[in-house]
């Protein structure tokens, strides 16, 4: 007697099967299987994969900020607090976050939104940056911010007057935004970067593409990711101040993807919240909804993995607001782990507090480094023949474009692939550094561009880039 699958290709979600995420696709699964071949011992032209395809900072070598993982020890473990190897901010810090845990236990459930004292702390950040004040019932804490945004877009999922709801995303984009819209069956509507003018944003370009996209949708909301991921600008003020009144005059829903906000590199240029600005405009501007994103696992923290972010969602409509909150509580509530260091993260130490200098020291050398690898790539690919890279800004990644000469584009077409993958792969399978097509971001058509993150160590960057350059000559005289 034979079984049928109830669930098959054919007749599951198809909204999971549009869905795409090129940070982990086919070159990302490549990388993993040449690593198993190094291990077992078979030859290839270099000794190790280079990852510079993610922004984890910890698995290329970041060192992680002990007053963090001493708090992370702390409430994992308590026994640990009468141990005098620890110092005595830690220690009261862990017992403040023990003593918001029900039974005092780090493995207990915390209220949906997150930890009200973390939430409060979230609070108080926002507004020592902004000068704003900021209600810390607007804060929902997740697991990171990729948890947030997704439960604030599930909050526009509705057709109107039969047409799926559009969300604006930049062009390059960060591919996790369209695989959300794929996702939740919502229509992309992309708005195109200027590259000659180092990414920067024209109130045509929005116009233009929202108009276009009225045929098939209604539009609904406008993502910005500022600083830039994959392209590392920063926006200035007048850019955040048109995106304002743009989204004012389409009555879009503003989404903020500021996760970057302390990797900030250029002398020349400044983070200014969306909140800030939106707010300092004045009525009607700040009456408009924003929600505003905010992780642990960037800046000069790294801690990915431990997946702690925050969003604050100010104007709702307060039934609305009724509404998101129902649907956060069916998410029980965010891993506490993750709270804990992004308490560390929006309540920094304060000069006098024992591990303050130790913290500062450690912090200032991260986003130093940080800023010298943001230079050697801007320069290191400059120096490309047929290669061009605006100035990393700011956030963890260049998004240099490559002249691919007529042969290559045919070689790339005649094996079915966009020519930024084909050249991908060749990087990949002759020098092991693993980087990710421009396809998988977006890009104007018939130009080609990767992306990598500037977080190898400075050592490794060097060899990174040393071996790129070779590559890259080496490609260039056979297509040529």
Known sequence: MSYSKCLTLENMNPCLKEMEYAVRGPLFIRA???????????????????????????????VPITFFRQIIALIAYPGLLSDPNFPKDAKERAKTILSGCRGSSIG??????????????????????????????????????????????????????????GVMVPIPQYPIFSAIISKFNMHMIGYYLDEATNWSLSVSELERAVNEAKKCCKPRAIVVIN???????????????????????????????????????????????????????????????LASFMSCSKGYMGECGLRGGYSEIINLDPEVQTMFIKSISAMLCPNNI????????????????????????????????LKERAKMVYEGFNS???????????AMYAFPQIKLPHKAVEKAKSLNQCPSVFYCFQLLEQTGICVVPG?????????????TTILPQPEELKHMLNIFKTFHEKFLAEYK
């Not at 955040?240 to 903020?256: D, P, T």
């Not at 250029?266 to 983070?271: E, Y």
């Not at 507090?353 to 450690?362: I, N, V």
Request: proline share 4%; glycine share 10%.
């Open 32 to 62: 993993a299987e040449i690593e198993k071949e190094l291990k077992e011992g078979k030859k290839k032209p270099f000794d190790r994969v280079i990852r510079a395809n993610l922004g984890d900072c910890h698995a290329v070598g970041q």
């Open 108 to 165: 207990s459930y915390t209220d949906s939104g997150g930890f009200e004292i973390v939430r409060k702390h979230c609070a108080e950040y926002i507004e020592n940056r902004d000068g704003i004040p900021a209600d810390w019932q607007n804060i929902i804490i997740g697991d990171g911010a990729m948890d947030v945004i997704k439960a604030v877009m599930e909050l526009l999922i509705s057709e109107i007057n039969g047409k799926k709801a």
């Open 227 to 289: 600083p830039g991921n994959p392209t590392g600008q920063v926006l200035t003020r007048k850019n955040i101040e048109e995106i304002v009144r743009f989204a004012h005059k389409e009555n879009l829903f503003i989404l903020a993807d500021e996760v970057y906000q302390h990797n900030i590199y250029d002398a020349n240029s400044k983070f200014l919240s969306f909140k800030k600005v939106l707010m300092e405009m004045g009525p009607p501007y700040n009456q408009m909804e």
């Open 338 to 369: 993750g709270q804990a260091v992004l308490d560390c993260v929006v309540n920094p130490l304060k000069k006098g507090d024992p591990s303050y200098e130790l913290f500062e020291k450690e912090k200032s050398f991260i986003l130093d480094s």
């Open 384 to 394: 490309c023949e047929g290669m061009a890279c605006n100035v990393v800004q700011g």
């Open 439 to 451: 396809a998988g971001f977006g890009q104007v058509e018939g130009t080609y561009h990767f992306r």
